[in-house]
């Protein structure tokens, strides 16, 4: 298996565009999990979602974030407009015990926003 | 609130052995996971307690105790390589994911 797979692995993106993430999870996995990586903020879970439907979202910053699942294969976290806070290593992770336990974490995307 | 307490860095000199403790404030959890982080790369599961006690993967050892509200990481015979920084995490009753602020390990030669 080629574990999670995550793009772009970089995005340098200008403040006010929309930026997109994508993950692909590894295959009979049935949770989803989007975290966000700072120095300031540590690791911080956005939202995770269990059979393609979100479960917890209260980790999302604002109305400017959103993630979705349309299928078991296949997970975005969309931000628009991007602001320059929004700078991080964004991680996807999956796992098949409801993160009881192991979760298998994407090599993520370092955001820019300048 | 719930929350997840560790030391901040943690140095050691290599060869030793090391304990990085976890403490936290959570009315009920399912169980209590590590996670290693190199600088630069994704973390990387390393244990899962279930019940209190000890469970043993090699070089690396985690504990739990729920009545005192505590874990620990325990790594031995340290390597030059185990220089990372270490995550505890919890699930909680109502579905949050926990993720401590993690502890950096610094190892001496």
């Known amino acids: 298996d080629a574990g999670v797979i995550q793009s772009p692995r970089h995005e340098v993106t200008e403040m006010g565009q929309e930026v997109t993430l994508r993950c692909k999870p590894i295959?009979?996995?049935?949770?989803l999990f989007w975290y966000r990586q700072t120095m300031m903020r540590g690791l911080e879970l956005l939202i995770y979602?269990?059979?393609?439907?979100?479960?917890?979202d209260s980790g999302m910053p604002e109305d400017r974030f959103s993630a979705k699942m349309p299928n078991a294969s296949f997970s975005t976290l969309k931000i628009q407009p991007s602001e320059p806070r929004d700078s991080a290593v964004y991680f996807c992770?999956?796992?098949?015990?409801?993160?009881?336990?192991?979760?298998?974490f994407g090599p993520g995307t370092r955001l820019t926003v300048l | 609130g719930q929350s997840l307490e560790q030391p901040s860095e943690v140095t050691a000199v290599e060869g030793a052995i090391v304990q990085i403790n976890c403490t936290y404030q959570?009315?009920?959890?399912?169980?209590l996971s590590w996670y290693q982080q190199h600088d630069g790369g994704a973390p990387t599961f390393l244990s899962y307690?279930?019940?209190?006690g000890l469970e043993e993967t090699g070089r690396f050892s985690s504990f739990l105790s729920r009545s005192d509200s505590y874990g620990y990481l325990l790594l031995q015979e340290l390597q030059m390589k185990d220089s990372a920084s270490y995550f505890c995490?919890?699930?909680?009753?109502?579905?949050?994911?926990?993720f401590g602020k993690g502890t950096r390990l610094h190892i001496l030669p």
């Open positions: 307690n279930a019940l209190d």
């Open positions: 979602f269990n059979n393609n439907v979100p479960i917890d």
């Open positions: 295959s009979g996995h049935d949770y």
């Open positions: 959570t009315s009920g959890f399912y169980g």
């Open positions: 995490a919890v699930r909680t009753p109502d579905d949050k994911i926990i």
């Open positions: 992770a999956t796992g098949s015990k409801g993160g009881l336990g192991e979760q298998f």
